[in-house]
């Protein structure tokens, strides 16, 4: 309910402006063509209330309602029925009536699309009625010079403002869907990427290799007897595990490194332009540091790692090779004793024929 009525206060906020513009400017239109007309004060009273106060009381209207944006659609249907009383007023001059109820047209379609913009059509016809009931069926269809210049700001003012308003509601758009995006990249608890993106990124990488003959390692890190530590001391204590390995990770990689959570208890990193011994080194002191974490309510509780690397191979035929590489030292790491890195066998048999 409050997140809707955020919604309709800023629904009201956006057309606030323009509204003032458009029927400030509007209302010299309609004086360029009311002039020449003998039309009783009662008239003149209504189109100064119509262009110079009714913006101010439409906001409060809308801003003060429990529902804004119901109240706003109403608002904007009173524009439209005023618009046609002032285009029957004027006798349906074609340059006034055009500018009104094009005008208004358009600001309902902006505001409210094809719903809005045929009920705007039914309340036009509405005011129309009611000025032809009050001043008969007149039409004019001369266009005086006055009538011109006085349509001049309101064809060239107002669209400019419904442009800002709509550009600015563009950026807008055009931040949250960044913003979204960089949300269905990131793993929610750990900030670090996604298991989806950080395959994709891995893809990217291994053909990046491939065409440029270039170097990378990448690493799987494993949470030793993580189970354990949710099951006997609670999953907000695990959580607290996985924020500080990726906190570790943030202080031990470079910039261009990408780590992400693979999967529960298990994190991967691309080292890109690293060989395999810089890439161990750098695993093995992070190893070291994280075994060195404590929590803080549980003093007694200690955590290792087991780390798998594997550093890229022309043989390889896709990146899911090179990640199985990386995947076997991992499980070599874990079957060996845990709390140790281990080199895959194919790469190190690689490095080793090299040297």
């Known amino acids: 309910m409050e997140n809707r009525r955020g919604k309709g206060l800023s629904f009201a906020r956006r057309i606030y402006t323009p509204r003032i513009i458009g029927l400030g400017i509007g209302s010299i239109s309609v004086i360029g063509a009311l002039y020449p007309l003998s039309m009783p ?5 209504l189109l100064l209330f119509n262009g110079i106060a009714w913006p101010h009381v439409a906001y409060l209207i809308s801003t003060r309602s429990p529902f804004p944006y119901q109240a706003e659609q109403r608002n904007l249907l009173y524009d439209s029925l005023l618009g046609g009383f002032w285009a029957a007023a004027t006798q349906f001059s074609p340059l006034t009536a055009v500018t009104i109820l094009s005008m208004m047209a358009m600001n309902n379609v902006a505001a409210g699309g094809k719903r809005l913009f045929l009920r705007g059509l039914l309340a036009q016809a509405a005011g129309i009625a009611v000025a032809w009931g009050l001043f008969d069926v007149k039409f004019d269809p001369s266009v005086s010079l006055t009538e011109v210049y006085t349509c001049l700001p309101m064809l060239t003012l107002y669209p400019m403002a419904i442009g800002m308003v709509c550009y600015q509601l563009a950026i807008k758009l055009s931040e949250h869907k960044r913003a979204l995006s960089a949300l269905s990249r990131v793993d929610s608890l750990t900030g670090l990427l996604n298991h989806g993106s950080w395959k994709d990124l891995l893809n990217i990488k291994f053909h990046k290799c491939q065409q440029q003959q270039g170097q990378a390692t990448i690493a799987l890190i ?22 500080q390995l990726s906190q570790a990770l943030r202080e031990h990689l470079r910039e261009e490194d990408l780590a992400g959570r693979y999967g529960g208890d298990e994190f991967s990193v691309i080292l890109p332009k690293m060989p395999l011994h810089a890439a161990a080194q750098v695993m093995e002191h992070l190893r070291e540091t994280f075994s060195g974490y404590r929590h803080a309510q549980i003093p007694d509780l200690r955590v290792s790692l087991s780390i798998g690397l594997a550093d890229f191979h022309p043989s390889f035929k896709d990146a899911v090779m090179w990640l199985d590489a990386a995947d076997r030292a991992l499980y070599t790491a874990k079957n060996s004793g845990r709390n140790r890195v281990k080199i895959s066998e194919c790469t190190a048999v690689h490095s080793a024929s090299v040297v």
Not at 238 to 243: E, H, K, N, Q, R
């Open 222 to 243: 494993d949470i030793d007897h993580f189970k354990h530590i949710n099951d006997v001391h609670g999953h907000t204590v695990g959580d607290a595990v996985l924020l």
């Open 41 to 45: 004060g009662w008239v003149w009273a």
